[in-house]
């Protein structure tokens, strides 16, 4: 069987590892920590603070809570996309207000972005699909137009970019996973980049159970003291180890991945000049990171069948996102079906590959030939 996913760890990962079980520094903030801080800065190129959290849905939570959202406020955010950015919302009271997608990326339609903003909005939460940054500019104009603050869920869009810009970096807050299943990965984790850097020390205390603790280690008060609500989001230094591995391994497991990317997008071209399935679409100011391959095809029916006729023949293909505001949470929030025409309709055909760092030439083409023999 060609897995879905496949995580890519070496001796480095396993010797870091092992070295941080040795020094006997298990908790969070330590060696390894700092130095994951450190080449995440260097491989990303961003300036802001950054801090390691346990994962992306822990740095979105942490997003919301600085960002102070209260009971009744409205959040918009794409309603394609995974659960984590809208229970960050919904954690702090708030209420998602769903966008619609646009087909040719999967995210968040700028165009129809101004006309979801009331009187009671107070964030706008983006999402980069498949590591293709959105349309950043128009999202920033019209929130800052708004005095709306932005967060990426740059979940899976770790070495990103948007007309020069790192994913992550633009908005207000932005969030990295280190899941297993996203391009460099600490098994779970995930990092918060403050782009408004005077957030800063109110993120280390929410980080640290809402302790000024941070400070303490750092020697900048005596004693740490409750300072205000918190919780624990910092993760041991123990998977801070792996992930320094994978991020110095960051060119070689980008460009394996953007082998097997740009295999499939050349291989699946004559199945779009067929009209039998249509491939990712890359605006030309963005640079993408390979994080997963998709291909959007006739209807669920096709779709659905694809999946069983890969699987036979020793294919993991997977579908993604169930619409959010159709999910029976999202239903008893009041959102209703057929709202969202775009979101529904893509989310429906949608159908991803095996994408993995190492995955082999052979491999790769024959998922190709699979997809073109059963399509
Ligand atoms: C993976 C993912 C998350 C959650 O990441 P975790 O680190 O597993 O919490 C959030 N948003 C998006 C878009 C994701 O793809």
């Known amino acids: 069987m060609i897995p879905f996913n496949r995580p890519s760890v070496t001796a480095l990962e396993r010797r870091y590892v092992a070295e941080a079980l040795s020094a006997g520094n298990l908790s969070g903030d330590g060696p390894f920590t700092r130095k994951a801080v450190r080449l995440l800065r260097r491989v990303t190129g961003i300036a802001s603070p950054m801090l390691l959290t346990t994962s992306c849905t822990h740095a979105l939570e942490m997003s919301a809570r600085l960002l102070k959202l209260q009971p009744g406020d409205e959040v918009i955010l794409?309603?394609?996309?995974?659960?984590?950015?809208?229970?960050?919302?919904?954690?702090?009271?708030?209420?998602?207000?769903?966008?619609?997608?646009?087909?040719?990326?999967?995210?968040?339609?700028?165009?129809?972005?101004?006309?979801?903003?009331?009187?009671?909005?107070?964030?706008?939460?983006?999402?980069?699909?498949?590591g293709v940054p959105c349309e950043m500019d128009t999202v920033m104009d019209i929130a800052r137009r708004h005095a709306l603050p932005v967060v990426e869920d740059a979940a899976q869009a770790v070495g990103s970019h948007y007309k020069n810009r790192s994913a992550g970096s633009i908005g207000d807050y932005g969030c990295f996973s280190f899941h297993e299943t996203k391009n460099y990965t600490m098994g779970e984790g995930g990092a918060l980049i403050l782009n408004r850097s005077e957030s800063l020390r109110e993120a280390e205390i929410i980080r640290e159970k809402g302790t000024d603790r941070s400070r303490f280690v750092r020697g900048e008060v005596d004693k740490y003291t409750w300072q205000?609500?918190?919780?624990?989001?910092?993760?041991?230094?123990?998977?801070?180890?792996?992930?320094?591995?994978?991020?110095?391994?960051?060119?070689?497991?980008?460009?394996?991945?953007?082998?097997?990317?740009?295999?499939?997008?050349e291989g699946f071209q004559q199945l779009e000049k067929a009209g039998k399935a249509r491939r990712p679409f890359i605006p030309d100011d963005v640079g993408h990171n390979a994080h997963l391959y998709y291909l959007l095809l006739e209807?669920?029916?096709?779709?659905?069948?694809?999946?069983?006729?890969?699987?036979?023949r020793g294919v993991q293909a997977c579908f993604h996102y169930v619409a959010l505001h159709t999910s029976p949470q999202g239903l008893s929030l009041g959102c209703r079906p057929g709202t969202l025409p775009v979101t529904e309709d893509c989310a429906e055909r949608l159908l991803r590959l095996p994408l993995y760092c190492g995955m082999r030439e052979k491999e790769t083409a024959q998922v190709i030939q699979s997809v073109t023999e059963c399509l």
């Open 78 to 130: 794409p309603s394609y996309t995974f659960v984590s950015t809208a229970n960050a919302v919904l954690q702090c009271g708030a209420v998602p207000v769903f966008a619609d997608i646009d087909p040719r990326t999967m995210n968040l339609d700028a165009s129809k972005l101004e006309e979801l903003i009331t009187g009671r909005t107070r964030a706008v939460y983006v999402v980069h699909y498949a």
């Open 228 to 265: 205000q609500p918190g919780s624990s989001y910092l993760p041991s230094d123990v998977l801070a180890a792996t992930l320094c591995g994978q991020l110095e391994r960051f060119d070689e497991i980008m460009e394996s991945r953007m082998r097997v990317w740009n295999a499939y997008h």
């Open 299 to 312: 209807n669920r029916k096709v779709r659905d069948r694809l999946i069983e006729d890969l699987r036979r």
